[in-house]
């Protein structure tokens, strides 16, 4: 099933002719009318005219938070405030707030977007689709709800919060597909059996799960879990919100090429890396009007792919978001991504979802801790099997990460759990 | 064979009464306890007289509990006992990991073991007609 069939299998070459016209396009727009890009492209010497191709992408300058942040509020906008119909916020927990304004035909390609995801791993209008992602300035619940609306299916507007409310609604609406972040769902989950139910004993099939980097062996757990199918999605606020989902195949997260340019590039030098090679998310924004972004730095790490799909899709694809390159932790001067940790963490039956990663200074040596909680399936009778098991989990972390960790293990249910992202490292470090 | 629990405790304030409250208000009643302390935690093992009921509370108040069988000794409340026993253990080359006892009216003196070898310790105790076959309540 294809939500737009004739644009979505496009030949590739077409796609890009297209991708040529607009970035052409583009870049004339926000030179005339985003004093931002405008100021810049003359720092830089950059004339809209020395852009004629693709190739010419990277005499672009990259676009950064921080240049949303120096432009707050309207600095980034290239239409005049009476054609944006809609503003979303970012939480600003880092910083000042970066705002995001929408024109009308904003919101119909972000809704597009997000309708050819959903139509691509299954939803359809037989379904009903319980949004618990946080509803206002945040995307990803607004995004969801006029997507689901748009394919025909019906939308539950619950929003993130109120566990059992979202059990019970859950159950007697016979919801099929929820969205929210993966630590919420198994958060979910884990509740439900505390209420003496489970997600299994639902008519829940599928759950579209994102806004924080998870592994794929998350996904195995979700699913032997509660019985569903997970699909990854993915969107950044400044973007839009959720735009871009796996489809059946689960082999990476099409982009649509005809409103999005990606690059892939290495986040210490800026040059482009190619397929396959593991970098930074770099996109541009072909066909948005209120806030226009040349050469994004996402600072979402993954790989892009652009083999036809065995979908049909000729979209270029990205893998699963593999970190951040800016909550990449650096610990004795070893780069650390928290992903790194999960994997290790999920793929040891002994121990559950929840853990935190706690970095502190001491002697001017980093120590890292990583508390996880046990499952509720593990034997404890003697302190060799914790002190075993606390081994087991520290040499496997030694491994993969190439410097040691402390484990410590603790009683399921004591580590905080997230009804939005997880933030799960504290840091401590007085650097 | 007797039941015992087995609970997961961090090394914290406040832990042990965490535990001993799950249980005073399933009115469980404890009938021998020991902690095996190991620095950052410890784990308490206990025989009950409604095991079953406080293994249900205290995994629904989220703690790590197991429920493993572990062989009791029933003797006289009086000096040598746990000499005997333990020594007749020895002496077939079993070895005991850990011991705890506890005395009551209707008992007399109850020994728990947990032993490497449970199937050739229960033959050496039945010889010596000290295996504590009865329930504990």
Redesign the interface.
């Known amino acids: 099933m294809y939500w737009s069939p004739v644009i979505e299998r496009m030949p590739l070459e077409e796609l890009k002719r297209i991708q040529e016209k607009k970035l052409r396009a583009l870049v004339r727009n926000v030179y005339e009318y985003s004093p931002f890009y405008k100021r810049k492209f003359r720092e830089l010497g950059i004339h809209p005219e020395d852009i004629r191709g693709l190739e010419d992408l990277k005499k672009l300058p990259f676009t950064r938070k921080q240049d949303l942040r120096d432009n707050y509020p309207f600095g980034m906008f290239a239409v005049p405030i009476s054609q944006i119909v809609r503003f979303h916020a970012s939480s600003g927990t880092t910083g000042k707030p970066t705002l995001v304004g929408y024109t009308e035909d904003d919101i119909r390609i972000w809704v597009e977007s997000l309708c050819r995801g959903l139509v691509s791993c299954g939803v359809c209008n037989e379904d009903i689709m319980q949004i618990a992602y946080g509803y206002g300035l945040f995307t990803g619940g607004l995004g969801f709800h006029y997507a689901a609306e748009k394919i025909g299916a019906t939308a539950l507007p619950v929003s993130a919060g109120n566990t059992e409310r979202q059990i019970n609604l859950m159950k007697d609406l016979g919801v099929t597909v929820i969205a929210c972040t993966p630590s919420y769902f198994l958060y979910m989950a884990e509740y439900a059996e505390k209420m003496g139910t489970s997600i299994k004993e639902t008519n829940l099939r599928m759950g579209i799960f994102g806004a924080e980097p998870w592994s794929e062996e998350t996904r195995k757990r979700i699913e032997d879990k509660t019985g569903i199918t997970a699909y990854d999605v993915y969107g950044t606020s400044e973007l839009s919100g959720p735009l871009f989902t796996e489809c059946v195949e689960r082999d990476g997260l099409h982009i649509w090429a005809d409103h999005f340019l990606i690059e892939v590039i290495d986040p210490k030098t800026g040059e482009n890396l190619g397929e396959g090679e593991r970098g930074e998310l770099v996109v541009t924004t072909l066909s948005k009007e209120a806030m226009p972004l040349i050469r994004w730095r996402t600072g979402d790490i993954t790989i892009m792919e652009t083999e036809k799909c065995n979908c049909g899709r000729t979209h270029p694809r990205i893998l699963r978001i593999l970190g951040r390159s800016d909550d990449m932790l650096i610990v004795r001067g070893v780069n650390v991504f928290p992903s790194q940790i999960e994997h290790v963490l999920m793929q040891i039956p002994e121990v559950g979802e929840h853990y935190m990663i706690i970095l502190e200074r001491k002697e001017e040596l980093d120590e890292m801790t990583v508390q996880v909680e046990l499952s509720d399936k593990v034997k404890i009778d003697k302190p060799a099997d914790i002190l075993n098991l606390t081994r087991k989990v520290e040499d496997r972390l030694r491994v993969v990460l190439g410097i040691s960790a402390k484990v410590e293990l603790v009683n399921p249910g004591t580590l905080q759990r997230f009804e939005g992202k997880a933030k799960r490292v504290i840091d401590k470090r007085k650097i | 064979m007797v039941k015992q629990l087995?609970v997961?405790?961090?090394n914290k304030p406040g832990r042990l009464a965490a535990v001993t409250k799950v249980l005073y208000e399933k009115g469980v009643n404890l009938r021998a306890f020991m902690i095996?302390?190991?620095g950052?935690?410890?784990?308490i093992?206990m025989v009950v007289d409604k095991t079953d009921e406080a293994f249900n509370a205290l995994?629904?108040a989220?703690?790590?509990v197991?429920l493993?069988e572990v062989l009791a000794v029933e003797v006289e409340d009086r000096p040598g006992e746990l000499y005997r026993i333990s020594k007749a253990l020895g002496d077939e080359g079993i070895n005991i990991?850990?011991v705890y006892a506890f005395t009551s009216e209707k008992h007399r003196a109850l020994i728990i073991f947990?032993v490497d070898n449970n199937e050739r310790a229960m033959k050496v105790l039945e010889k010596m007609n000290v295996l504590f076959k009865g329930s504990i309540d």
């Open positions: 087995s997961f405790v961090e095996a302390d190991a950052d935690f410890g784990i093992r995994k629904s989220g703690f790590t197991t493993n990991e850990y947990r």
